[in-house]
């Protein structure tokens, strides 16, 4: 009985280390999973636009090098395009802008993806030309247009072309008064990255301006403007400038992007302050701006 008594008290403590060392397995790979998973679901709720190009998903990085070939392709007829698909009443949106912002020369400005100049002619224009304003493009070729079209114009001093990527932008921190990014927004990949990188970039107290298509809250209207989008505007831009895939891309484009409401939220998690946003043309496109 000793000897069975004995061996009962060995199977039982060899059974408890056991189930003690298995119950710590269990329990730290449930909270690697736990901790694996949480991270990916924060990481899936930040930018979840990078999966996006158009309809077809793809990794972040994989969008960046394909919006960069759609402006490459589009950069010469950009302009035209934009007056052909507005019936130029694009450029009364930019106006308005200009006008929200109210432009000083004491104010140092930051346009991201502003690479043909029109926001940067206009600042430069209700600035008298004496405000160090800086254009800051991903795309070497819009770049390359917007020079070119200051150079016709005569702008030649306090007008900066700067080659860089909204996600990382190439300046220091508290550096500019105003950061402009007009119809620029919606073709980042991480959109999150963007709006912190604004914010670090703008002095305290500087002020965010957005351009941007918006979503249309007319249920009428709103399927008058698809249709239009969808049969008109890619038949523009395979006549002028012989590229239907490009512009398909830019309405697609528009429908992936946040609505007013959301992206007011994610400047405030950017680090900004009085996020509000100003639809124009019954919300086709809409003005949101905030305070560093």
Same mark, same amino acid.
């Given at each position: 009985?000793?000897?069975?008594r004995g061996s009962?008290?060995?199977?039982?403590?060899?059974?408890?280390?056991?189930?003690?060392?298995?119950?710590?397995?269990?329990?730290?790979?449930?909270?690697?999973?736990?901790?694996?998973?949480?991270?990916?679901?924060?990481?899936?709720?930040?930018?979840?636009?990078?999966?996006?190009?158009?309809?077809?998903?793809?990794?972040?990085?994989?969008?960046?090098?394909?919006?960069?070939?759609?402006?490459?392709?589009?950069?010469?007829?950009?302009?035209?395009?934009?007056?052909?698909?507005s019936g130029g009443?694009?450029?009364?949106?930019?106006?308005?802008?200009?006008?929200?912002?109210?432009?000083?020369?004491?104010?140092?400005?930051?346009?991201?993806?502003?690479?043909?100049?029109?926001?940067?002619?206009?600042?430069?224009?209700?600035?008298?030309?004496?405000?160090?304003?800086?254009?800051?493009?991903?795309?070497?070729?819009?770049?390359?247009?917007?020079?070119?079209?200051?150079?016709?114009?005569?702008?030649?001093?306090?007008?900066?072309?700067?080659?860089?990527?909204?996600?990382?932008?190439?300046?220091?921190?508290?550096?500019?008064?105003?950061?402009?990014?007009?119809?620029?927004?919606?073709?980042?990949?991480?959109?999150?990255?963007?709006?912190?990188?604004?914010?670090?970039?703008?002095?305290?107290?500087?002020?965010?301006?957005?351009?941007?298509?918006?979503?249309?809250? +007319?249920?009428?209207l709103a399927r008058? *403007?698809?249709?239009? %989008?969808?049969?008109?505007? =890619? $038949?523009? /831009?395979?006549?002028?400038? +012989?590229?239907?895939?490009?512009?398909? *891309?830019?309405?697609? %484009?528009?429908?992936?992007? =946040? $609505?007013? /409401?959301?992206?007011?939220?994610?400047?405030?998690?950017?680090?900004?302050?009085?996020?509000?946003?100003?639809?124009?043309?019954?919300?086709?496109?809409?003005?949101?701006?905030?305070?560093?």
């Open positions: 009985m000793g000897v069975i009962f008290k060995g199977v039982r403590k060899t059974f408890v280390k056991n189930f003690k060392l298995i119950s710590h397995f269990i329990y730290n790979a449930a909270k690697t999973h736990f901790m694996t998973t949480k991270i990916a679901t924060n990481s899936e709720m930040l930018n979840p636009e990078g999966q996006w190009f158009g309809t077809r998903r793809v990794e972040p990085g994989q969008k960046t090098e394909l919006v960069l070939d759609v402006f490459h392709s589009v950069a010469r007829k950009y302009d035209l395009m934009n007056d052909l698909m009443v694009h450029r009364l949106w930019k106006d308005r802008l200009i006008r929200m912002i109210r432009p000083r020369d004491s104010m140092k400005f930051l346009d991201v993806a502003g690479g043909t100049g029109d926001i940067a002619f206009r600042l430069h224009k209700a600035t008298g030309g004496r405000a160090p304003i800086t254009v800051c493009d991903i795309n070497a070729s819009m770049l390359q247009v917007g020079e070119a079209r200051a150079i016709d114009r005569g702008i030649l001093h306090n007008l900066d072309w700067v080659e860089g990527n909204a996600e990382k932008l190439p300046f220091p921190d508290n550096s500019f008064d105003v950061y402009t990014i007009a119809f620029g927004l919606r073709n980042v990949a991480r959109i999150d990255n963007a709006l912190k990188e604004a914010a670090r970039v703008l002095k305290p107290g500087g002020r965010f301006f957005c351009l941007e298509f918006s979503h249309i809250d +007319n249920p009428l008058a *403007y698809d249709a239009y %989008s969808e049969k008109v505007i =890619p $038949r523009i /831009g395979k006549a002028v400038a +012989n590229d239907a895939d490009s512009y398909q *891309y830019l309405i697609e %484009s528009i429908r992936k992007f =946040p $609505r007013r /409401g959301i992206l007011g939220k994610r400047l405030v998690a950017a680090g900004f302050k009085g996020a509000k946003v100003t639809p124009l043309s019954f919300g086709v496109v809409a003005v949101h701006q905030a305070w560093k």
